[in-house]
């Protein structure tokens, strides 16, 4: 099954750094754009970042811009999203997901997705 896998999720006081990765190597991945989704208890899941596996082509959610990078190895079919200044609202399980690269343009709407990953728990808490 076509899945990309997380890792990476862990406690991180605030103010605080963390990187994520997705392994996406069974994907051919040109065809695809990645996503990082995060859901929060009692929130609806939301893009935070994708990127256009081929090209790099980015978009961020406001709520991230300046703190949160995602960029993609092609060598090690990964992609990472690298935080800074970590909050308290950050809290939340972190997806990664693919969506066909026709739908770059909605790539950070969940039900644009094909793909999804099972999640990894990031928790900034002092």
């Known amino acids: 099954q076509l899945r990309p896998v997380e890792s990476g999720g862990d406690l991180v006081q605030p103010g605080g750094s963390l990187s994520l990765s997705c392994d996406v190597s069974?994907?051919?991945?040109?065809?695809?754009?990645i996503t990082w989704f995060r859901q929060a208890p009692g929130k609806e899941r939301e893009g935070v970042t994708c990127?256009?596996?081929?090209?790099?082509?980015?978009y961020y959610a406001d709520s991230v811009k300046g703190r949160f990078t995602i960029s993609r190895d092609s060598a090690k079919s990964t992609v990472y999203l690298q935080m800074v200044s970590l909050q308290p609202e950050d809290t939340a399980i972190y997806y990664c997901?693919?969506?066909?690269?026709?739908?770059?343009?909605?790539?950070?709407?969940?039900?644009?997705?094909?793909?999804w990953g099972q999640g990894t728990q990031v928790t900034v808490s002092a």
């Open positions: 990127i256009g596996f081929k090209d790099g082509v980015t």
């Open positions: 069974e994907l051919t991945l040109d065809y695809y754009a």
């Open positions: 997901a693919a969506t066909p690269i026709s739908l770059i343009g909605r790539c950070m709407i969940a039900s644009s997705t094909a793909y």
